[in-house]
Every structure is written in structure tokens, then in C-alpha cells.
């Protein structure tokens, strides 16, 4: 029977030349040797480090197993060795990237001939890799971008910014995703938690949907929006007996700044919307008012910014003002993606 006992340090990092910031270890055992496997030099410039004993108490050797160079990931740790059902060895690690958050990647890993991981090319991460041929019939299938709002519960790459109420969202199956304004807006959608989000795409897209406002209450809105510490969004706004379609920008410290409004010809309508972004994160809104009419730039170069830890995310919202009824709501057409 195990007993516990005195806790023991193992490995301290403030005792290995040239390193900072040794975090999240986790243990293995393989062929004899205790591994441990824990990232250093934190997030941004990090790299990964193994170590091994005979003993789980050490003392262990170490040595760097993964590490920028001259590649574009940078900060390469914080991840994990893996072993596929067919016995394939991999790490799965992260870089961060601004403004997607962390984003994961899968390396190749084998043993070399005195039993150490490598990791990569040669402890380079590598952004490109053959599937094993053996294994290419477990490959996932890709969640995609666009979503038809057919279905009555919602894809997998939809999430609120809190546990959300069931009566803010209803999806009948017909095309249509309608948002209930809740009367909860003071003015910082960073504060609104029913905004429905999904990840900045890493790559440059083109994210699109349609909206309609049904609203009476003055002050209720709605639209598209790229959402970090900062945001910005292209939508429309109901104010006394007009809907107009606007583009604003939030700035922490400085609040909201109106970048762009015109009135809607017809608020029965869909207005089309779009969000384009680059792989720098540059964000680009336009609208038109018809289906084949000329796309409109409400806003161009906007950087988002990620949030602690997160990526920026492009989401769905309506919200009205405190003290309105919040009977109000918002019909977002089908999300593409081209």
C-alpha cells in the first residue's frame, strides 16, 4: 500500500542554466525511464523540455526537445506526448497567436537511438505533415465554417460568453437563428453575456450572415461583431421609429466610437452582413441592403485583440437597453463562410 510522504523537489527550474517559468509537468513511464515531460520560458518565447530518470525521485537529465528557430511558432510547449490507437507517437503543443489565442498544433515525434524524443524536424516544429497512411481512416471530420441554422440545437463550434438562458436563442429548423433582445445593454457588449461566438478564424475568411431587427423598443441591436478585449461590429440599431444600420468600435478605457451610420431603406429587409479578416486579424465590415446589391464598407482595419488566454471570436448578438420589455428579437440567416 502506497503511504504518503514528505513532498520532494525533483527538478527545480531556477537551478538549470538559461531557464524561467518551468511549469506543467506531466509524468510517463517508457521502457524503464521515468519522463517528464514540462514547458519553460513561458508562453510567447517558451520551448519544451524533457527529462528522465531510472528513479521517479531522480536525479533526472534534461535536454530541449522543441523549439522555435527560425519557424513562425513560436513558443512551442505547454503540450503533451500522445500515442495513436495504431501506436504512432505525436505532441500536441501550442503557439500563441495573436489575435486567435493559443493555437494548437500536432508534431510527429520518434525516439532516436539513445532513447530521446524528437520532436518535429530535428526539434523544429513542423506546420505541415503527412497522416500516416494507417491511420488516415480516423481522420475527423472538419466541424466547417458555415452553419444553415437547419438543425434545432446548435454546431459545435457555437458558444456563449455564460451559461445561457433557454429563451435566448430559438432554432426552428428553418434557416433562421433568432436571438431574444435581452434588456441587459449598458453600452459594453464585453458586459452581454448572450452574445453567441465562435473562434477568429487563423486563416483569411469571409464570414457572412443575414439579420433582421424586430424590434419596437428604442435603442436595441444587433449584428456581427469581432470580440476581444477591444471589439467591433457591423449591425443595425432601432431608435425611436427608424432602424439604421451602424458600424462601432469599442476601445478599453475609451468606451464605444460610432464609425459608420445610415438609415435602412426597409427595415422588413434582411440586411446582409460580412466580416472579413486577414491572418494578421485585420477585420473588414460591409452590409448591403439588397441581396445582389453592392457590398458596402461600414469599417476597415480593425486589429481584435484576444482576451486573456482566448482568441478574439466573431459572434451573433441583440440586446436591448435596461428597464425595455426585451420582447425584441433578432433573425440571423444562415452563417457562411467563403
Known sequence: MLRPGPP????????????????GPKLYKRDGWYWIFAPAG?????????????????????????AQGETPVNGPHQGAWVTSPEGEDWFLHF????????????????????????????GRPVLAHPVPVRARHHRPAHPGQSDSFR??????????????????LTLAGDGIARLRAVPN??????AVPQILGRQLHGDPSDLTTSLRLDATDPGTRAGLVVLGENYAYVGLTHDADSTWVEARTYTPGQGESVRFSAPVPDPATPVQLRVSST??????????????????????????????????EV??????????????Q???????AL
Open 185 to 190: 445593454d449598458l453600452g459594453n457588449l464585453r
Open 42 to 66: 513561458g508562453v510567447t518565447n517558451g520551448w519544451q523540455s524533457a527529462f528522465r530518470s531510472r528513479s521517479v525521485r531522480g536525479p533526472y537529465e534534461g535536454r530541449i526537445v522543441l
Open 315 to 328: 459572434g451573433l448578438f441583440v440586446a436591448a437597453p435596461p428597464g425595455t420589455p426585451g420582447t425584441g
Open 95 to 122: 503557439q500563441e497567436r495573436p489575435p486567435f489565442g493559443r493555437v494548437l498544433h500536432l508534431q510527429p515525434l520518434h525516439w532516436d537511438e539513445d532513447g530521446w524524443p524528437v520532436i518535429g524536424d530535428e
Open 279 to 312: 491572418d494578421e486579424g485585420l477585420c473588414t465590415f460591409r452590409f448591403r441592403t439588397t441581396p445582389d446589391g453592392d457590398w458596402t464598407t461600414a469599417l476597415d482595419g480593425f486589429r481584435g485583440l484576444p482576451t486573456l488566454w482566448t482568441s478574439a
Open 151 to 168: 438543425d434545432t440545437h446548435l454546431g459545435p463550434r457555437w458558444y456563449w460568453q455564460a451559461n445561457p438562458a433557454p429563451d435566448w
Open 8 to 23: 520532494v523537489t525533483v527538478i527545480a527550474g531556477d537551478d538549470l542554466p538559461g531557464y524561467s517559468i518551468l511549469e
Open 330 to 336: 433578432a433573425l440571423f440567416g444562415a452563417v457562411g
